[in-house]
C-alpha cells in the first residue's frame, strides 16, 4: 500500500505584485511541510497572477517570473511543487506549470486548451501547446524538459490538466489515462460565478473516477485584479471519491487543503479497463523519498453550511462581493469606502454590502487580522469592535431635494445607524436652483416639467456628485457607484451623477433580484458558525417602491413605470443579449413566460424600448465603473459583451416584429423558432 499526503494551496495574489506573490507561495509551501505534505498544487499563473493582460507581452514580466521561480525552488526541500507562471520559449508565450521536486525543477507543462470567449481573452497572450509535443528550454544554463509531459516520481506518475483543459470536451485527463498517470494536478484560474462550484466538483469527480487516478484542483482566491472574483475552490478527489473540499471565500493571504491519498487503490478499476500501450519515451523520471504514512480515517468532504441551505445564490453574491471588495480596498490602498446614499434599493445595497465585507472578515480571520491585512489605515488601528471599524471605514451621505422624501431620508439613516456607518445629511435644493436659474437666465426662459422633464430630472443627479467627490477625497476613500445591471442595460441612470464611482459592487447583478436579495439579508442573512449575520436596518427600504425621485412627489415616480416591470426587463435582456435573440423572437419568448399576465401589445412595447435603449446607450456602459463578474455573462463591455457604439438600432428587426404583429399571426416565424 502506498499512501501519499497530498494538497491544493489556494492563493490570494495581485498582477505584478512579484513580492507579495512570491511570499504567499512560499509561506504556503511552508504550512503545507508543517502539515507534512509530499506534494502540494498552487494555481495557474499564481507567480505573476492570472490578470497580467498585455503586460504578459513584456520581456521584463516573463524575466520577473523566471526569478521568482528561481527563489521559489529554494523552499521546496523535501516536497513536491506545482507552481503556475508564463514563460516565453521560441518567441512565444506559453501558459505554463512548472513542477518541482525537492528544490530541484524538473519541468514545465504547456497548457494545451486557452479559453477565448466570456471573460477569457487567453489567446491574445498565449500559445496553445499541442498535445503530444515535447522540447526543452535553457534556463541559467541548464536545460529543463517542456511541452506535453508526464513526470515519473519513484514510481508515481503525475500529469496535468490545466484549468481550461478540464473544461473541454478532449480532455488531456484521457490521454493521462492511457499513460497510467497516478495523480492528475489541475491548477486554475477560474473566475467565480453562481453555483460554478457544482460544475467543477463534477469534472473533480469524474476525472478522478474516468481516468483511474487521485485528482488534485486548485484555484485562485479573492479579487485579484478589480473585476475577476475567485473564490479559492480547492479539491482532493480519489478514483471517483471526493476526500475534501477547501472553505470558499476566505479573508486569508492562503489556505492548505490536504488529503491523504492510496496510489494503488485506482490501479485496481484501471487493470479492468481495454486502453492502448503508449510508448514510455515521454516520461521525465526522477527520485523521491516520500514519506511512510499510515492510513487514515474515511475521508469524505462535506459542503459548507452556507452550501446546503436554501438561499445559495442569496449567500454567493453577499460572501464574493464582500470579498471583492475587501481586496479592492487594501490593494488599491484606499481608506474606505463613501457611497451617495439615496434611501433606495440599489445604494442601500453597496452600504449593506460594505458593512458585510467587515462583519464576514471578522468572522473569518478575526478583528485584529482584519487590521493588520489594512494596517496602512492609521484610524482603525485603536478600534476594539466591528462598528467602530464600521464608523470608520463606510461613509454615507443622503443628499436630498424638495423631490425626496421623508420615506428614504428616514431608509438611509436607519441602515446606516444599524451597521455603524457614519452618515451625513444634506439639502442640494439651492444647488439644484443655482444651476437651473443660470440657465434659465442664458436661454431667456424658465424650465418647466411639462417642457424640460429629462434635463431637470438629471439636473439633480449630477449635483450630487461633486458633494460625494469632495467627502470621498477629503478621507481618501473609494467612492462607490450604484447602478444595477437593469439600468445599466438600458441607460437608466445619469453620467456624471448617480453614475460616478471607482467601483460599482452591484453593475453584475439584476434589480428585480436584488430586491429579494435586501429582504433575505433583512430577514435570514449569512450563516455563519451556527449563526446569522442580518441587516435588520434594510427593514424601511424593503417597503419602498424603487423609485428615482427626480420628479415633484406628486407624479409617485416609480422606476417600473419609467421602464417596465424589473422582471420582464431581466427576462428581454437574457434573451436579447445572452442569447442574441431579436426583437421577434424576444417578443415571442416573452409571451411563453408572461402572456398570462401582460397582453402581447404592451410586451411588444416593452421589447421595443428595450432595443431602443439597449442600442443608444452602449456609450454609457463603456463609461461606467469596473464592476465585478458574478454570472454566467455580463454586460461590461470590457469583460463580456462587447456592442458597437454607434448602430443600425435594430431598425429593420423591430419593423419585422411591427409587420408580425400587424398580421396577428402567431404560429409562422420564417421557420426559426418553435413553440
Not at 415 to 433: Q, R, W
Not at 560 to 565: G, N, S, T, V
Not at 582 to 588: F, H, I, S, T
Not at 636 to 664: H, N, Q, T, V
Request: hydrophobic fraction near 40%.
Amino acid at each position: 500500500m502506498k499512501l501519499i499526503k497530498v494538497a491544493a494551496g489556494t492563493l490570494n495574489q495581485t498582477p505584478l505584485a512579484w513580492e507579495q506573490n512570491r511570499k504567499n507561495i512560499i509561506d504556503c509551501i511552508k504550512e503545507a511541510d508543517k502539515q507534512n505534505v509530499s506534494l502540494l498544487c498552487l494555481p495557474e499563473l499564481c507567480i505573476t497572477g492570472y490578470g497580467c493582460e498585455d503586460a504578459f507581452y513584456s520581456f521584463d514580466v516573463a524575466e520577473q517570473a523566471k526569478e521568482s521561480l528561481l527563489e521559489i525552488v529554494h523552499h521546496t526541500s523535501g516536497m513536491i511543487v506545482s507552481v503556475g507562471l508564463p514563460l516565453r520559449f521560441n518567441n512565444k508565450i506559453f501558459n505554463t506549470s512548472c513542477l518541482i521536486a525537492n528544490k530541484r525543477i524538473l519541468g514545465f507543462v504547456c497548457k494545451q486548451h486557452l479559453p477565448n470567449y466570456g471573460v477569457f481573452y487567453e489567446d491574445r497572450w498565449f500559445h496553445r501547446w499541442q498535445t503530444g509535443l515535447r522540447d526543452e528550454i535553457e534556463i541559467d544554463e541548464f536545460k529543463y524538459p517542456i511541452g506535453d509531459l508526464v513526470f515519473e516520481l519513484s514510481g508515481v506518475r503525475i500529469g496535468f490538466e490545466i484549468c481550461e483543459d478540464a473544461w473541454v470536451a478532449n480532455r488531456p485527463g484521457r490521454v493521462l489515462f492511457d499513460r497510467a498517470v497516478d495523480i492528475i494536478l489541475n491548477p486554475s484560474a477560474s473566475p467565480f460565478s453562481f453555483s460554478k462550484f457544482m460544475t467543477r466538483e463534477r469534472f473533480v469527480i469524474d476525472g478522478s473516477r474516468s481516468f483511474s487516478c487521485s485528482y488534485i484542483y486548485t484555484n485562485l482566491l479573492g479579487n485579484e485584479s478589480g473585476r475577476l472574483i475567485f473564490d479559492g475552490d480547492a479539491m482532493i478527489a480519489s478514483d471517483g471519491n471526493l476526500l475534501v473540499s477547501s472553505p470558499r471565500f476566505g479573508y486569508n493571504d492562503f489556505y492548505v487543503t490536504s488529503a491523504t491519498i492510496d496510489i494503488e487503490a485506482p490501479k485496481v478499476n484501471h487493470s479492468q479497463i481495454k486502453s492502448p500501450i503508449i510508448a514510455s519515451t515521454w516520461r521525465v523520471l526522477a527520485l523521491f523519498d516520500f514519506p511512510e504514512i499510515k492510513p487514515v480515517a474515511n475521508q469524505y468532504a462535506e459542503l459548507e453550511k452556507f452550501e446546503r441551505g436554501g438561499h445559495l445564490k442569496e449567500e454567493e453574491f453577499a460572501r464574493a462581493v464582500s470579498l471583492a471588495l475587501f481586496d479592492y480596498l487594501r490593494k488599491s490602498r484606499s481608506q474606505g469606502f463613501t457611497v451617495s446614499l439615496s434611501g433606495g434599493a440599489d445604494s442601500c445595497a453597496c452600504v449593506a454590502l460594505c458593512g458585510l465585507m467587515i462583519r464576514l472578515a471578522d468572522e473569518s480571520i478575526g478583528l485584529e487580522a482584519f487590521k493588520n491585512k489594512l494596517s496602512y489605515i492609521k484610524k482603525i488601528q485603536s478600534c476594539n469592535t466591528v462598528e467602530e471599524v464600521t464608523k470608520e471605514l463606510i461613509h454615507s451621505i443622503y443628499q436630498g431635494t424638495e423631490n425626496s422624501s421623508t420615506d428614504t431620508y428616514e431608509s438611509a439613516e436607519s441602515l446606516a445607524k444599524s451597521i455603524g456607518a457614519t452618515f451625513y445629511n444634506v439639502n442640494i435644493n439651492g444647488l439644484v436652483e443655482s444651476y437651473t436659474g443660470l440657465i434659465e437666465n442664458q436661454i431667456g426662459r424658465k424650465l418647466s416639467w411639462e417642457t424640460d422633464d429629462l434635463p431637470l430630472q438629471n439636473i439633480q443627479a449630477r449635483v450630487r456628485a461633486p458633494s460625494v467627490w469632495l467627502l470621498t477625497n477629503l478621507y481618501n476613500h473609494l467612492l462607490l457607484a450604484t447602478s444595477n445591471r437593469s439600468e445599466v442595460a438600458v441607460g437608466y441612470c445619469t453620467m456624471d451623477g448617480d453614475t460616478a464611482g471607482s467601483i460599482n459592487p452591484i453593475a453584475g447583478i439584476d434589480k428585480y433580484w436584488l430586491k429579494q436579495w435586501l429582504v433575505w439579508l433583512e430577514t435570514i442573512g449569512c450563516e455563519v458558525k451556527g449563526k446569522h449575520i442580518k441587516i435588520e436596518g434594510l427593514h424601511k427600504v424593503n417597503t419602498l417602491q424603487p423609485t428615482a425621485e427626480l420628479r415633484p412627489l406628486e407624479t409617485k415616480q416609480t422606476d417600473e413605470k419609467d421602464l417596465m416591470p424589473y422582471e420582464v426587463l431581466n427576462e428581454i435582456e437574457r434573451v436579447a443579449i445572452r442569447d442574441k435573440k431579436p426583437p421577434l423572437e424576444c417578443l415571442l419568448f416573452m409571451e411563453a413566460q408572461f402572456a398570462d399576465r401582460f397582453d402581447r401589445d404592451i410586451l411588444a412595447t416593452w421589447v421595443e424600448r428595450f432595443f431602443r435603449l439597449w442600442s443608444r446607450n452602449q456609450w454609457k456602459r463603456e463609461r461606467y465603473a469596473p464592476s465585478f463578474h458574478l454570472d454566467s455573462h455580463n454586460l461590461d463591455p470590457r469583460s463580456w459583451c462587447r456592442f458597437p457604439i454607434l448602430s443600425g438600432g435594430f431598425e429593420k428587426e423591430l419593423e419585422d416584429m411591427r409587420e408580425y404583429l400587424a398580421k396577428g399571426d402567431k404560429r409562422k416565424v420564417k421557420g426559426r423558432i418553435g413553440f
